[in-house]
């Protein structure tokens, strides 16, 4: 199980990503909790995914197909299927958004609302709120468990470069308040970016806010 060979600091969780950042951050977050997690690299065209609106059927889906990748059958594998869904476009790109990412990018994002403009910075969240969801896949050798996540924030009017991936550039978390939950559009907490996009901070300043960290620790407290 999972969490007894979490006790000694050999444990491997394998996950399935072609994602470095993805990988980088689940990396950060199992480090300080004795786990290894390490790139389980597949046949290109070996794992199918299924179209599906659902980020959960997608996890799923993509976790059922890695069992059969695994160096050993009783490894622990994981998967994470995540988007970013914007408020203003009923929830587009979500599941679509790596193709989305690969195809208008950035940029693109930021032109489709570029009509959503307000002199009031608290209207201007507001207009262009979004957030991130992930959903976590784990298989721990006997049984599956699945962690959820969201990040809510709104988008940029213009790209903060040099950290993250995909949309981090044009990201910005809402700040959050002395639990480190979000607060309310324009309302100003401990924890915050100062309005500067995840794209404008360091991966450890991201993973305080992050979807991916929050879906988890929600994995790792269903253990059993
Ligand atoms: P998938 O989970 O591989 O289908 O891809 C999810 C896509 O959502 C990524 O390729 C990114 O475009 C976007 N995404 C998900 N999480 C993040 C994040 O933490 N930062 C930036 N983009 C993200």
Redesign the pocket.
């Given at each position: 199980m999972l969490r007894e060979a979490g006790r000694c600091m050999e444990a491997t969780v394998w996950f399935l990503?072609s994602?470095q950042?993805?990988l980088e951050?689940a990396q950060l977050h199992f480090a300080p909790l004795g786990y290894n997690i390490e790139q389980l690299v597949v046949p290109e065209g070996a794992i199918v995914e299924p179209q599906s609106d659902s980020l959960e059927e997608?996890a799923i889906s993509k976790l059922e197909q890695a069992k059969a990748h695994l160096p050993n059958s009783n490894d622990m594998v994981m998967v994470?299927?995540?988007?970013?869904f914007i408020s203003a476009l009923d929830g587009f790109p979500g599941?679509y958004?790596?193709y989305v990412?690969e195809t208008i990018g950035c940029q693109g994002i930021l032109r489709l609302l570029a009509h959503l403009e307000s002199e009031d910075p608290v209207q201007q969240k507001k207009l262009r709120a979004a957030s991130?969801r992930?959903v976590t896949a784990l298989w721990d050798g006997t049984s599956m468990i699945i962690g959820l996540g969201e990040c809510p924030g709104s988008l940029a009017s213009e790209k903060h470069e040099g950290h993250?991936?995909?949309?981090?550039p044009v990201?910005v978390p809402l700040d959050l308040n002395d639990e480190g939950q979000p607060l309310p559009a324009g309302e100003l907490g401990p924890t915050s970016t100062h309005g500067v996009a995840?794209g404008g901070v360091e991966l450890d300043v991201k993973h305080r806010f992050?979807?991916?960290r929050r879906a988890l620790e929600h994995l790792l407290e269903q253990l059993p």
């Open positions: 990503t994602n950042g993805k951050e997608i994470e299927d995540s988007g970013l599941v958004s790596s990412y991130y992930a993250g991936f995909g949309y981090d990201f995840f992050s979807h991916r």
